[in-house]
């Protein structure tokens, strides 16, 4: 196994991978992580799923549900480079554990079901990774499968997901009978025996070397198509390209991210690891190859780079409560740190000691002396950071911009069973809100209950269970509740609002003109807030008119209708007049919270409702009680496809139909049905009945 690490190497940095695992629940990801970690002599026995013996799913959650609920880190070497793998949920109520850990990676892999080739949620990762604008290869996994079919999922991966796939590697066999892949890069043949050990290196079988050939040009072809330098040399004589470049064009390709370089394999066969770590080490990024992370400091832009002899700058993205102390992960993006270093948060303008370093491996730990830049690891001693923090030098502060927090769409009200132990929930309900931010903890100011808003059924279902099972009170949860918003059907023009207000000292006055119009789309609803100034002469100076547009966010947190959040709208302000003396940023901001939410009173208003995308696979018997059942729940089908004695149904949903729709599908399925959702906008609420 090349697993020892190098050492001497020019650049340090360049000997170092952070990759994360992406994909749609179920296609495999934690068996990959599981297989990377055997492969590279990181562990000595591999662990399944299903039996619960995998390192990265180590909560006991995760172990009685089958499915990874929490980011975890881990750490390996392969062939002299350090690779820091994070393994992210699948599942979509989890996704902002994704959006955290897409933040300090530079690179990922992403595992597709050879069956089902693209899923719903591997497209929502897909364009999450896309957002952050990191560099991926594909594994299309479980080759093995009966109906495994690497050209459609290949397919699936060119439509929707539209990047260019570079198939680097054909099957050896079909569904059972696989036992291999040939590697179009250096036209070799890699097989694994049964007992699942390493790969035997060979000439391609002769059965398939047409096939080969056919697929090695049709790689060249696809990499000149997009890569100037490979072009020339595939124009010119002998018409073709070198191993070399070839390797070198895939490399340029992923980092730019015009290409994705397509593996295939078994993870739970453990074959296809080997080369997949080969691939991911020569065409994923370095922290030396990623452009140097941007911040701030009193409102200038600082750029740092992957350096370890600059200051120190490091972001932390996750916040885990354990046995023995409070966990902080970070990402060290310039600089070193050392036990004992104080370490600055700019957010909280607060500073922290650093008690302990640990390097990753999910629940375990080995203990650091330092970090340098291009680590990602675990921190002891820091009392206030939160994920999202940014932790520098505290003779040169930087602020980071953390990863975008995801807003709750599903509410519970909760309360302890015996009131003693209302002390012991708040503060359980806070740690949880401390560790995951996608969690929102408040008091419904009507009914004085707790309420407690998360992603999905699922992720509010997981948080009550973590209170129980550490140690918190018992908890009685109410029906989940959806999120709705209020938007504008009907806007109003030339809304005139006056904010006198006299005390006998300095008064206040705002004279505000607004435009109020819905900012939908043909065929639905648009979500957001647009503010516009069309004021001319310099009736209201800009700074006022920055005030206004504080004012009109402000009155966004209630509409008209029920309270609840406005969205979809845009605001221009049009006209207006100040006085020259009792006009200032807080009249001004006072007018346009006042005047937007009287110019909402005119408008014609509607709720809104989430609605999901939901995707059904079904036996073909049960297709028609499923209809019927998603048309009972409001449900609008999109398509319908045929998959090997099996239906894949895709529809729009409310989602606070969804609650419980689990247990129905199983019931009308006899245990046959799965399903997947994931978030895709609002609709018109129903009226109340």
């Known amino acids: 196994m090349r697993t020892e690490l190098r050492t001497n190497s020019v650049n340090p940095l360049a000997a170092v991978r952070n990759l994360g695992i992406l994909a749609h629940v179920d296609a495999g990801k934690t068996t990959v992580t599981e297989r990377i970690l055997f492969a590279t002599g990181t562990i000595h026995r591999r662990g399944e799923v299903h039996d619960g013996t995998t390192v990265t799913d180590f909560d006991p959650q995760e172990r009685d549900r089958g499915i990874t609920i929490f980011a975890a880190a881990v750490s390996c070497a392969w062939d002299g480079h350090r690779v820091n793998l994070i393994d992210t949920p699948g599942h979509v109520d989890f996704a902002d554990e994704v959006e955290r850990s897409l933040r300090v990676l530079d690179g ?91 790969a035997t290196e060979g000439p391609v079988p002769r059965e398939l070397r047409e096939a080969a050939y056919r697929g090695r040009h049709a790689l060249e072809e696809a990499v000149a198509a997009l890569h100037p330098g490979a072009l020339d040399e595939f124009c010119a004589p002998p018409g073709r390209l070198s191993d070399a470049t070839l390797a070198g064009a895939l490399r340029d390709l992923t980092l730019s991210g015009e290409g994705v370089v397509v593996l295939c394999g078994s993870a739970y066969r453990n074959r296809g690891i080997e080369p997949l770590l080969d691939a991911a080490v020569a065409y994923l990024p370095a922290p030396s190859d990623v452009p140097a992370v941007r911040g701030t400091h009193q409102g200038t832009e600082q750029r740092r780079a992957a350096d370890p002899e600059g200051p120190f700058a490091a972001l932390a993205f996750k916040v885990t409560a354990t046995a023995t102390g409070r966990l902080t992960h970070v990402r060290v993006y310039s600089g070193t740190i050392e036990k004992g270093d104080t370490v600055w948060d700019p957010a909280t303008r607060r500073t922290e000691r650093v008690a302990r370093i640990l390097r990753d491996m999910a629940d375990r730990h080995e203990p650091l002396d330092r970090a340098v830049a291009g680590d990602i690891v675990a921190v002891v001693g820091l009392r206030s950071a939160r994920p999202g923090a940014t932790l520098c030098a505290p003779d040169a502060p930087l602020l980071l911009e953390p990863p975008a927090a995801a807003e709750p769409v599903v509410s519970v009200a909760v309360e302890a069973r015996r009131r003693t132990d209302t002390g012991r929930l708040a503060q359980a309900l806070a740690r949880l809100a401390e560790e995951d931010p996608s969690l929102a903890v408040r008091t419904d100011a009507e009914t004085g209950q707790t309420v407690l808003s998360g992603m999905g059924e699922l992720h509010l279902e997981v948080a009550v269970e973590k209170i129980r099972r550490d140690g918190g009170p018992e908890v009685t949860v109410g029906r989940p509740r959806v999120a709705l918003r209020e938007t504008v059907t009907r806007g109003v023009t030339g809304f005139v609002h006056r904010h006198v207000h006299q005390t006998g000292g300095a008064g206040q006055f705002a004279h505000v003109v607004l435009d109020v119009e819905a900012l939908g789309h043909e065929g639905g609803y648009g979500a957001g807030f647009e503010f516009r100034s069309a004021v001319t002469g310099g009736r209201v100076p800009q700074e006022y008119v920055r005030a206004v547009e504080a004012g009109c966010r402000d009155a966004l947190a209630e509409g008209p209708l029920g309270g609840h959040p406005v969205t979809g709208l845009r605001v221009t302000l049009t006209d207006g007049s100040t006085h020259v003396k009792d006009s200032s940023d807080t009249a001004f901001r006072t007018a346009g919270r006042l005047g937007l939410r009287e110019a909402l009173r005119a408008c014609a208003m509607t709720l809104l409702e989430p609605v999901a995308e939901v995707t059904v696979t079904v036996p073909e018997d049960a297709v028609g009680g499923v209809l019927g059942d998603l048309a009972a729940r409001r449900g609008r089908v999109t398509g319908s496809t045929a998959r090997r004695g099996a239906a894949v149904l895709t529809a729009t949903v409310p989602l606070a139909e969804l609650f419980g729709y689990a247990t129905r599908l199983r019931g009308r399925t006899q245990g046959r049905g799965t399903f997947t959702a994931r978030p895709s906008g609002h609709a018109p609420a129903p009226p109340a009945r």
């Open 108 to 198: 990922a892999i992403a595992v597709f079901d050879a069956v089902a080739g693209v899923e719903p949620q591997s497209e929502s990762v897909w364009r999450q990774a896309d957002r952050h604008g990191v560099p991926r290869i594909a594994f299309v996994n479980k080759l093995d499968r009966a109906g495994a079919d690497l050209d459609r999922a290949v397919e699936s991966i060119r439509t929707r997901l539209h990047p260019a796939p570079l198939v680097a590697q054909l099957p050896i066999g079909t569904e059972d009978g696989f036992t291999g892949v040939v590697d179009l890069v250096r036209m070799r043949a890699l097989v694994w025996a049964d007992d699942g050990g390493t």
